[in-house]
C-alpha cells in the first residue's frame, strides 16, 4: 500500500516535471529530490557502491579550487585518433569512415552521450503561427514551428518541441541557409519573446541581424521542450516518453543527445520546405548548448557547419586535463543528466583515464565538415570552460581532417585573445568577451562564407 502510494507520487511529481517548471525554491527542492532518486536508480543499476568522488568547485577562493594553473597540468595521454582498436593505422578516408568513425560513434554512444532508442515516435513539424518583422531593417518573415512527438506508445507524456524560425524575405528561391541555435524561447505561456538576454552580447549587433544581412535564416530550437535539463527530467521529455516512464538503461541517451536528435528533426523538417536549403544548415550554441550543438553536428552528418561556443568539458575541451571543469562535476547530479548512465563509472569506480574516448575524437567526428571552436575572455569569461583544452582538442582533431586534405588550425602555439585561427576547416577564436558566442558573430560569418557563398 505504501508502496503503491510512493509510486503515484512519483509519477505525479514527474508528470508535473514535464511541463515548464516555475522557478520558485520548492520547486527546485522537488527537482533535486527527483534528480537524487534518479542519480541513485542510476547507481544501483550499474551496481555501482561506491560514492562519486566530488569535482572541484568553480571558485578559485574554495579550499577544493579548480585547477586554473598551466604549471598544475598534469602529464596524460589521449585515446588514439589514428589507429583503431586492433592498433591498425588510419592512412585514408576509408580507413576512418570504414573502421575507425564507427568504432568512435559507438565509444561515444555507449559510454559518454547514448545511443539513440532504436525506435523513436514519429515527429509532425506545424506552423503554429506567423509574423512578418523587420531585424537590422530586413524583412523577416518568423514562423513559431511546433512539432508533436507521437505519444502512443505511453499517453500518460506528451512532448511538443518548439522552435522559432526566421527567413529573411530575399529575391532567392534556390532556399536560404539555416543557423540552427540551441537554445530556449521564453515561452512557458505560449507567448514568443526575443530570447533571453543570457547568451546575447551586447557587443555587436545581435546574430539574427548578422544572418538576416547575408540572406541567411535562423531557427532557435528551444532545447527543454525536448528534454528538460535535469535529472528529475529524464523520466518525461523524449528520453522518458520512449520510456513509458521508467528509468534509463546505462547505454541510453542523455539530454545532449536528446537535444541534438531535436535538432536533427528539425532538420528532416527543413528538407520538406523549398524555402530553405537543407544542405547548407549549421549548429550553433553556447555552454551546454554548445556541448550539444557539437554532439549534433558529430553525429548527425547532414548538419554541414557548426559553430560551438565555450562548450568546455563534455564538449570539445580535453576532459583528461585538469584545468576548470573536470569530468566529476560532469558526472554530478547536478550535470549527469546531459550523459548516458555509464558516465557515471569514470567517477567513481574508474577514471577519466578509463574513458576510451576524449574531446579531439568528437570533434573530428565532424570531419570532413568545418567546425569553428569559440571560447570568451579568460578574464570575462572565467577559465571553467577551458579556452586551451578546447584549442588542443582542436588541433588534436586536425589529422583526420588532413585524410580528407582539409587543414586545420595551422598552429599548435595557443593564440593571443582575438587571433582568428580561421583558414582552415578547423577553426578558434577566443573572443574578448564573455560567455557567449556574440562577439564572434562577424568572424563566425567571414569564415562560414567560404562554405555558403
Ligand atoms: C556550468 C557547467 C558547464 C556548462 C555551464 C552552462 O558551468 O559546469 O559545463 O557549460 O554550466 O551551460 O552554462
Known amino acids: 500500500m505504501h508502496r503503491l502510494v510512493s ?35 542510476m547507481k544501483k543499476t550499474l551496481e555501482i557502491q561506491q560514492e562519486n568522488r566530488p569535482g572541484p568547485s568553480g571558485n578559485p577562493n574554495d579550499a577544493n579550487a579548480a585547477n586554473f594553473d598551466e604549471n598544475q597540468v598534469r602529464d596524460y595521454t589521449l585515446p588514439q585518433l589514428t589507429t583503431t582498436q586492433s592498433g591498425m593505422p588510419v592512412n585514408s578516408v576509408a580507413d576512418w569512415e570504414n573502421r575507425k568513425r564507427p568504432q568512435l560513434i559507438a565509444a561515444f554512444e555507449q559510454e559518454m552521450y547514448g545511443a539513440l532508442p532504436d525506435e523513436i515516435p514519429a515527429v509532425s513539424w506545424t506552423i503554429k503561427s ?5 531585424i537590422g531593417g530586413m524583412p523577416i518573415i518568423e514562423q513559431h514551428l511546433v512539432a508533436t512527438v507521437d505519444n502512443t506508445i505511453y499517453p500518460e507524456l506528451s512532448v511538443s518541441i518548439e522552435a522559432l524560425l526566421g527567413i529573411p524575405k ?8 539555416v543557423v540552427v541555435q540551441f537554445g530556449f524561447l521564453n515561452s512557458p505561456f505560449g507567448k514568443i519573446e526575443e530570447p533571453r538576454s543570457y547568451f546575447i552580447s551586447p557587443y555587436e549587433p545581435r546574430f539574427k541581424e548578422q544572418l538576416a544581412h547575408q540572406g541567411w535564416g535562423y531557427a532557435i530550437l528551444d ?24 528509468h534509463r538503461s546505462p547505454g541510453q541517451w542523455g539530454a545532449l543527445r536528446a537535444w541534438a536528435w531535436g535538432a536533427s528533426t528539425l532538420l528532416d523538417y527543413f528538407e520538406t520546405r523549398t524555402d530553405i536549403d537543407a544542405g547548407r544548415v549549421a549548429v550553433e550554441g553556447t555552454s551546454r548548448y554548445g556541448k550539444a550543438a557539437l554532439v549534433a553536428m ?5 548538419f554541414t557547419l557548426g559553430f560551438i561556443g565555450s562548450s568546455g568539458a563534455g564538449g570539445a575541451s580535453l576532459l583528461r586535463r585538469n584545468f576548470g571543469e573536470m569530468l566529476e562535476n560532469l558526472a554530478s547530479p547536478a550535470e549527469y543528466h546531459w550523459f548516458a548512465g555509464n558516465f557515471l563509472k569514470y567517477a567513481s569506480i574508474q577514471t577519466v583515464d578509463d574513458l576510451p574516448v576524449d574531446a579531439h575524437q568528437l570533434i573530428a567526428l565532424c570531419a570532413p565538415r568545418p567546425v569553428f571552436i569559440s571560447a570568451g575572455s579568460a578574464k570575462i569569461e572565467g577559465q571553467w570552460v577551458d579556452a586551451k583544452g578546447m584549442f588542443e582538442a582542436t588541433v588534436e582533431a586536425a589529422p583526420v581532417y588532413e585524410l580528407y586534405n582539409l587543414q ?25 568577451g564573455g560567455h557567449s558566442t556574440g562577439p564572434n558573430w562577424s568572424t563566425w560569418i567571414a569564415w562560414a562564407r567560404k562554405y555558403w557563398d
Do not use: C, W
Open 130 to 134: 506567423e509574423k512578418d518583422t523587420v
Open 223 to 246: 532545447v527543454s521542450s525536448i528534454q528538460a535539463d535535469h535529472g528529475a527530467g529524464l523520466t518525461s521529455g523524449i528520453i522518458g516518453l520512449v520510456n513509458q516512464g521508467k
Open 7 to 41: 509510486i503515484s507520487i512519483l509519477f505525479t511529481g514527474l508528470v508535473f516535471f514535464n511541463s515548464y517548471a516555475q522557478n520558485t525554491s520548492s520547486t527546485r527542492d522537488s527537482i533535486n529530490q527527483y534528480t537524487q532518486i534518479d542519480f541513485l536508480e
Open 298 to 302: 558529430a553525429f548527425d552528418t547532414r
Open 170 to 177: 530575399t529575391e532567392n528561391d534556390s532556399g536560404i541557409p
Open 408 to 432: 586545420g588550425l595551422g598552429t599548435t602555439n595557443f593564440p593571443f585573445m582575438g587571433t582568428a585561427l580561421t583558414s582552415g576547416e578547423l577553426a578558434f577564436r577566443q573572443h574578448g
